[in-house]
């Protein structure tokens, strides 16, 4: 009819396209028996300091060596060049002005690291470090196998109120900076009461990257 308006449901329909891709993802990270995290968080909340951490765990956790790292960032390469100083492999993918990594990125990225001699059957773990934000990340899956999300206590107890829709996609919650947790008023209580009631669902594990705490359940964890 004349002046009739129809909308699209372009969003829906760009979702599920990247469904479709994820489990592509999926099927390939499966075949190659490669164990894949995606990392989520809010800026500065330590996604990158943690890895670096983990890039010197002990020979026992069969880490080093076997870890490569996909960096999401906007633009820079600065975060990827932080991990290469640590000895791991990380290739940055830029996301340019979109808040979130997608699917097809991610084969990209695994393809370019196939390129330079990088093969997922020889990796343990292949972590995605997506783009920094709690908000647009939470609706893509990129074929992980499983999906971390970090609180920092520099952050405050209720984020998971807050950001509801990550927090229910998290299998983990990782609490970081907890040698700060004093220095700024960190109620862990509430923050544990905040997330039994939005991530029941989720195994939560309270690390610091300086000083190593948690690190080694981290890492059990995620095996």
């Given amino acids: 009819m004349c002046g009739t308006t129809r909308q699209l449901p372009v969003a829906h329909r760009l979702l599920e396209h990247n469904d479709t891709l994820a489990a592509t993802n999926r099927e390939r990270f499966h075949n190659a028996g490669v164990r894949v995290l995606n990392l989520l968080s809010s800026p ?9 951490r983990l890039a ?8 080093p060596g076997r870890m490569a790292v996909l ?20 290739l940055p ?50 074929g992980e196998e499983l999906r971390l999300v970090l609180l920092s206590v520099t952050e405050g107890e209720d984020k998971p109120f807050k950001y509801p829709a ?39 594990v309270e690390v610091s990257a300086r000083s190593g705490e948690g690190i080694g359940r981290l890492v059990d964890l995620c095996r």
């Fill in 44 to 52: 500065g909340s330590g996604k990158t300091a943690l890895l670096e």
């Fill in 56 to 63: 010197a765990a002990p020979p026992q956790s069969a880490l």
């Fill in 71 to 90: 960096v999401g960032d906007l633009a820079t390469n600065l975060d990827a060049r932080r991990l290469q100083a640590a000895g791991l492999v990380a």
């Fill in 93 to 142: 993918l830029h996301s340019g002005q979109a808040c979130h990594l997608e699917a097809s990125m991610v084969a990209r990225g695994v393809d370019a690291l196939e390129a330079e001699g990088v093969a997922l059957a020889d990796l343990a773990w292949l972590v995605i470090e997506n783009v920094g934000n709690l908000v647009c990340p939470a609706a893509y899956d990129l």
């Fill in 166 to 204: 990550m927090f229910r996609s998290a299998d983990v919650v990782v609490i970081t900076k907890i040698d700060l947790a004093a220095a700024v008023g960190f109620d862990r209580s509430a923050a544990l009461a905040a997330l039994a009631r939005v991530a029941p669902q989720a195994a939560v």
